[in-house]
């Protein structure tokens, strides 16, 4: 009997799982360094599920690979700390740790299912050698008849069959690979699973019914999901929490049910009409006019006030902080210190 699947400890759900200080990271270019992630701040607890919403361009793809450390050049993370909490064990920033050091939690910890799962699966390897690499890199004492059980319970796990353990990743639908990939995020019992909105080769339903799989799953082993998308109704149904994004900042943290029924940042309720609801009367879609800015210039003051229709004066010159206001954080002029709308 090979162990089956467990992961983060039930009771400890809730415990702070890492907290990521004012992480900065720019892309170095020829043209001047573009601050696509910019003094981000937000803990994340054991078990908890945090959608990160934002147009395209805005860093969402910056901060989930700047906060494993997988960020290629020319991006560079210029500040800020990632302290993880291991279990039972101190807190590291993963930010100062060594690139070892690193490899103990990647993967064993904290596992990433990046956007082109067709670039991520090995093209030359059939699914059940890729499946058997990883485990065994992990436990090296695990035989090749339980790796490859253990490799057909995780593929059951995403609902596929084991007769696909032969196939090779072009043999897959784009949903499959997808799933594949999850599946071996889950090899390893992560403690954290950051994952990034498929956007080719995975329609909308299938995007559905891989996250509502992902949910089931995080229900019973209880990790930790960070799920990247553009579609802020998609997250108002699975997470617990929503960060929105614009500009490489994060100007709105919530709980999902607040921030989507009555969104405090004018971007926020822009992005949030920009998507049809998933229960309800059909609406009308009002989209956020305007573009997102061009980092290497970006407006003075707040980054969103050539499209914001609430701005007033002060917002082309004064940057909004981000403030706590009744019980979530937003970074906008129209919130004082005092918490009072002015
Ligand atoms: N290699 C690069 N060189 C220079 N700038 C880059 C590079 N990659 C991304 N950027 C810039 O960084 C900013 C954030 O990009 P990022 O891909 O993180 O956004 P995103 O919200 O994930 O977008 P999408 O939803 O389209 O994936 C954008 O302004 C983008 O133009």
Not at 85 to 104: K, Y
Not at 180 to 207: R, Y
Request: with cysteine; proline share 7%; aromatic share 4%.
């Amino acid at each position: 009997m090979i162990a089956t699947t467990n992961t983060a400890p039930k009771a400890k759900v809730g415990e702070v799982l890492l907290e990521v200080e004012d992480l900065s990271v720019a892309y170095l270019t020829q043209a001047g360094p573009v601050p696509a992630c910019d003094q981000v701040s937000f803990t994340l607890r054991r078990g908890e599920i945090l959608g990160v919403a934002g147009e395209s361009g805005s860093g969402k793809s910056t901060l989930i690979t700047a906060m494993l450390r997988l960020q290629r050049p020319p991006a560079v993370t210029t500040g800020g700390r990632i302290v993880y909490h291991p279990d039972g064990a101190d807190p590291v920033d993963l930010v100062r740790i060594s690139e070892r050091g690193l490899r103990r939690y990647r993967w064993n910890d904290l596992a990433i299912v990046m956007q082109s799962a067709m670039h991520c699966l090995n093209p030359v390897l059939r699914l059940s050698a890729q499946f058997v690499d990883v485990l065994a890199t992990h436990n090296p004492s695990l035989s090749k008849a339980d790796a490859l059980a253990r490799t057909g319970e995780l593929l059951r796990m995403v609902g596929i069959a084991e007769d696909r353990l032969s196939n090779y990743a072009h043999e897959l639908s784009g949903g499959m690979r997808q799933r594949a990939l999850i599946a071996l995020a889950l090899a390893c019992n992560p403690q954290l699973i950051v994952m990034d909105e498929p956007t080719t080769a995975v329609d909308v339903v299938m995007q559905r019914q891989i996250l509502a799989q992902v949910i089931k799953l995080q229900a019973e082993f209880g990790f930790a999901v960070i799920f990247v998308t553009h579609d802020l109704s998609l997250l108002m149904e699975l997470a617990d929490r929503i960060a929105i994004m614009y500009a490489g900042r994060l100007v709105e943290l919530g709980a999902a049910a607040d921030l989507y029924t009555a969104p405090l940042h004018p971007y926020t309720k822009g992005l949030r009409d920009s998507f049809p609801p998933l229960h309800g009367d059909l609406t009308e879609l009002r989209g956020i006019p305007g573009t997102p800015p061009n980092l290497l210039a970006p407006p003075s003051g707040c980054a969103f006030h050539p499209r914001c229709p609430r701005r007033f004066d002060a917002c082309d010159q004064t940057e909004p902080p981000l403030i706590e206001h009744e019980g979530r954080e937003v970074a906008c002029l129209l919130y004082g210190t005092e918490g009072t709308p002015r």
